[in-house]
């Protein structure tokens, strides 16, 4: 199984069954940690079983107080998981990883707001729509060979197809 990659590096690899089997291990952590997170969830580009992704988990978790996490982060620590502060507005960003090279992003994100929602209709409307996974994989590919070294374009030249999917997903769940 490839898991990993250099931070701020962009690569895609095939889906890995593995990251499954990896993600459940992590949530069973997370929810003997912070005992007050609402639901775990295995989210983003390795939940997606039909596309090429970067080899980095992406899990979700999901409180009523986005904050309370910060009780637990010398006992996260123990279990190397790094927080890293708020990289998205309303979020909170955990890391598993050794060095520069990260293997999970973990999400900590308001029960039932709009990043919840959005992440589980994101990944559960691109499950059940091959086409429009295979149409997302391959404008990840596209943003990957022009911004391999650039994160921040990478994730930029998605966003708009991202939204997309959303308000459809919206409109069928």
């Known amino acids: ?12 690899v095939p889906h890995d069954n593995e990251w499954e089997s990896v993600a459940e291990k992590t949530i069973r952590t997370l929810q003997k940690l912070i005992p007050e997170a609402r639901d775990i969830q295995h989210v983003g580009s390795t939940a997606i079983r039909s596309i090429d992704a970067k080899p980095i988990v992406d899990i979700a978790v999901a409180l009523d ?33 050794e ?21 589980i209709m994101f990944r559960d409307y691109m499950n059940s729509h091959p086409d429009k996974a295979a149409e997302y994989e391959k404008l990840k590919k596209q943003l990957a060979s022009s911004f391999p070294d650039n994160r921040r374009a990478y994730t930029e030249g998605k966003a708009g197809f991202i939204e997309k999917i959303i308000t459809d997903a919206g409109e069928h769940f």
């Open 99 to 119: 060095g520069n090279i990260r293997t999970h992003h973990i999400h900590i994100v308001k029960w039932r707001g709009k990043a919840w929602n959005n992440y």
């Open 1 to 12: 199984m490839y898991l990993g990659l250099e931070r701020g590096k962009i690569e895609l």
């Open 65 to 97: 107080d986005v904050q309370s996490v910060t009780s637990h982060i010398e006992e996260l620590a123990g279990y190397g998981i790094i927080y890293r502060g708020s990289d998205v507005p309303g979020q909170i960003l955990l890391i598993i990883g």
